[in-house]
């Protein structure tokens, strides 16, 4: 008969460590809705002296169940767990991986004559340490956004110093926020919160419904938390920045880094049970903590992170409205420059009710948490939704801005990243001859974009146009059925008509060598002078006018924004060059930078 670790169990729920024990399943159990939806199972374990019920299935081992592998009285091995403290008298067991080693169908009965585990009731062991399983993932270190005392580690829950009393006068026990995970399911964290979105509603094929996001802050660390429709209306008014609140029993599962920028593995989400209330005692908790990135850094930065910024509002464009493209919504957008010590300056962009409402007139100081970064024009900013946004707030960093600005910046001339979709493109960034492109490592290992002036020499009229979508937000190419109709298969419709796209291959050349670039839609619309929509007609209708409008495009001259990346095909790498952007070149500007850089080098 198989032999089971005796007193296995004890030890683990102890807080010792035991390397992979042998045990048998006893029974198992199925609890529906886990973290992230899916179905989870608990199991009883026996060591043959104790069995225990506190011992949960990882999700990822759910298929042993399904595949009926564990079955009662199947003898298991455990190559990986670990063990949480859920209150001072009780801890649950993480089956992260194991191994079967026999079968319960062959075992067929419990292996010895196994009591009830209760913690406390046995040898005397009833304080409870934190796991020291060396099998266990070992939680990320956090980062420390204040100078404390040491933090407790991995799951080990706390009773922090000052802790409020309940109505009975029992302690609440609070965790801090690095100690949670989505296989904790009883825990409470009292935490600051840092930031709070405005509530988003969304419609579509699944329903409608209403959102808010919030950023909770201990000295442990932070998490983001996000509440959905009857949880908006029940907490997005009694939330607010700044306030210190109790939270427990939200659904805690993987973050999604696409719409965060917070350093947790994990986020929360609000649902029915989720219970959040105000602390009213004075509490030592940090407030937000910036990163701050001088503008002039701004070039070493990749597109599409985010970083936090501080700086003076030099400028303010108006407020405009602008258009999406897919959703034909239309959005508010207001443009800033901002400037700092380094005497560089950025463009910010804000969007709706911060752009709608902002004054720049007494030049604010403006820092941004999680500021994103785009390439667009070099570099530039923008406030997403995840992004926190501060006008003149009480920190060092802004008064020493502020003296600064007042003594000196005032009157500063200052390099910028200047965007090309604003009057001229003479001031891009990273010019490029045509002759470097091709002889050097431009785009070998990630996109680059470059600035190059240039002149139209050929465009390919073969396959400038193809048949796409009639539907407004799509336009994927579609497939001609033969009888008068044409599918989508993006959609998985047919549709009796469809829309032209365009895609240009043009041949450019400056002084030195020539190079080939992509152009789609919108820039290739302005260098041929006409619509997509207009040249398909031309093109079927009248042949000698569709030549027209290309032997019209040769021969012009313009600053050209650009996308070069390496790739292979078929074994052999090749350069792949896309127009970002195409202005007919300013010759005056394009002088200034030219006389700008023979001063440089005269100086050097």
Known sequence: MTSLTAGAIENIMCGGN????????????????????????????????????SAMLATQLNHLVLEGQLDSFTVIRLDKYLCNAITPDKRVMILLALEVIRPGAEVGESI??????????????????NNNNNNAPKPEPQRNTMTSPPKPSGNQSVFHRNAPSTPGGSTMKVHPISS??????????????????????????????????????????????TAFKEQVDKYHDMIEVGKVYFV???????????????????????????????????????????????????????ADTTADVIGIVKSAAECTTITGKASQREFKKRDLQLVDTTNTQINLTLWGNDAENFEGDTNPVIAVKGAKISEFGGRSLSVSMSSQMFINPDIPEAH?????????????????????????????????????????????????????????????????LYNACPK?????????????????????????????????????????????????QDTGEKILG?????LGELRDENDSAFEAKFQAALFKAYTFRMRAKMESYNDENRLKTVGVSATPRNSIEYNQKLIGDIEKLLSQ
């Open 180 to 225: 949670l995970n989505p296989y904790q399911n009883r825990w409470q964290i009292r935490a600051r919160v840092t930031m709070k979105t405005p509530i988003r509603t969304w419609n579509n094929s699944r329903g409608e419904g209403k959102l808010f996001s919030m950023n909770f802050l201990d000295e442990s660390g932070e998490i983001r938390a």
């Open 248 to 302: 427990s029993r939200g659904t805690l599962k993987t973050a999604n880094k696409q719409y965060s920028t917070v350093n947790n593995d994990y986020e929360m989400t609000f649902n029915n049970d989720t219970q959040v209330t105000l602390c009213d005692e004075t509490v030592d908790l940090p407030q937000i903590k910036y990163d701050f990135v001088p503008i002039n850094q701004f070039a070493s930065k990749s």
């Open 400 to 464: 020493l801005l502020r003296g600064w600005f007042d003594n000196e910046g005032c009157n500063a001339e200052f390099d910028s990243f200047r965007n090309d979709s604003q009057g001229g493109n003479q001031g891009g960034t990273n010019w490029k001859l045509f002759s470097e492109v091709k002889g050097g490592n431009i785009g070998q290992d990630k996109p680059e974009y470059f600035t190059a002036n240039g002149t139209i020499l050929f465009i390919k009229k073969d396959n400038c």
């Open 530 to 534: 006409i619509s997509a929509q207009e």
């Open 18 to 53: 035991v390397e992979r024990p042998i045990l048998q399943i006893l029974g198992q159990k199925k609890i529906s809705g886990g973290p992230q939806g899916q179905d989870r199972y608990r199991l009883m374990l026996s060591d043959g002296k104790y069995h225990h019920s």
């Open 112 to 129: 010895g004559s196994p009591q009830v585990f209760k913690l406390g009731a046995t040898s005397g062991k009833g304080s409870v340490t």
């Open 472 to 520: 407004e937000d799509c336009n994927k190419k579609v497939i001609d059925q033969g009888n008068g109709m044409y599918r989508c298969e993006k959609c998985g419709k047919e549709y009796p008509n469809f829309k032209h796209r365009m895609i240009l291959q043009v041949s450019i050349a400056d002084f030195t060598d020539n190079q080939w670039a992509t152009f789609f």
